[in-house]
């Protein structure tokens, strides 16, 4: 369940997305199996997971509107190469979603929950799909004509291989990080998550 440090990374990048890497390609690739044209809501793209998800959507060709909060949020979203980008908490989503897709969004990431993600949900064409990993809660509500998926991130030898492959093929792939830490001090990481608002990743330097 490892794999190599892509070339174009540094160790502490790599460490900083090991899982949140596999997470969000496989959400996009083995959950939604999203493809060139396709449209897509990912509900908490400024996070960990949501920042890598937005760029391997826009890897595969998909067309992405990006839930984050306050205008640094929406800013940073929109430099990962989101189409569009909308307050979730108190920005227009169902306006964001019309705009990128008159007729409904093919699909939603679900990387939070709470009313904003049921709004995301709202937005979704008939037989549109939803995915979220285990760990989201509220979990979203059951939907008529809504396939709902929640998967978690499977490590391995192969997975490790793809994640990297697009990485490589992301010619400016960007690791998010927010703040350092030593692992003496992971209380003080704790309470900066814990705080929230946070773009990318926290991490602890062992050594």
């Not at 509900?43 to 920042?51: E, R």
């Not at 809504?146 to 992301?170: C, D, H, M, Q």
């Amino acid at each position: 369940r490892v794999g190599h440090v892509p070339s174009s990374l540094t160790l502490r990048q790599a460490g900083a997305i090991a899982t949140t890497g596999l997470t969000a390609i496989q959400g996009i690739d083995d959950a939604l199996h999203l493809k060139a044209g396709d449209t897509l809501i990912i509900h908490g793209a400024s996070g960990g997971v949501g920042s890598l998800a937005l760029q391997f959507a826009k890897l595969r060709g998909v067309r992405v509107l990006a839930t984050a909060t306050g205008e640094d949020g929406l800013a940073f979203a929109k430099q990962l190469g989101a189409d569009a980008a909308v307050d979730g908490r108190h920005g227009d989503i169902a306006g964001g979603a019309h705009a990128l897709a008159p007729g409904g969004v093919d699909a939603v990431l679900a990387l939070a929950g709470g009313d904003a993600l049921e709004r995301c949900i709202d937005a979704l064409r008939p037989g549109g799909q939803m995915a979220f990993p285990y760990g989201v809660e509220p979990e979203p509500r059951a939907r008529a004509g809504v396939r709902s998926i929640r998967y978690n991130a499977i490590p391995g030898v192969k997975e490790f291989e793809r994640l990297n492959s697009a990485i490589t093929a992301l010619k400016e792939f960007a690791v998010p990080i927010e703040a350092q830490f030593p692992l003496a001090d992971a209380a003080r990481a704790q309470e900066r998550v814990e705080a929230g608002h946070i773009h990318g990743k926290i991490i602890l330097q062992v050594r």
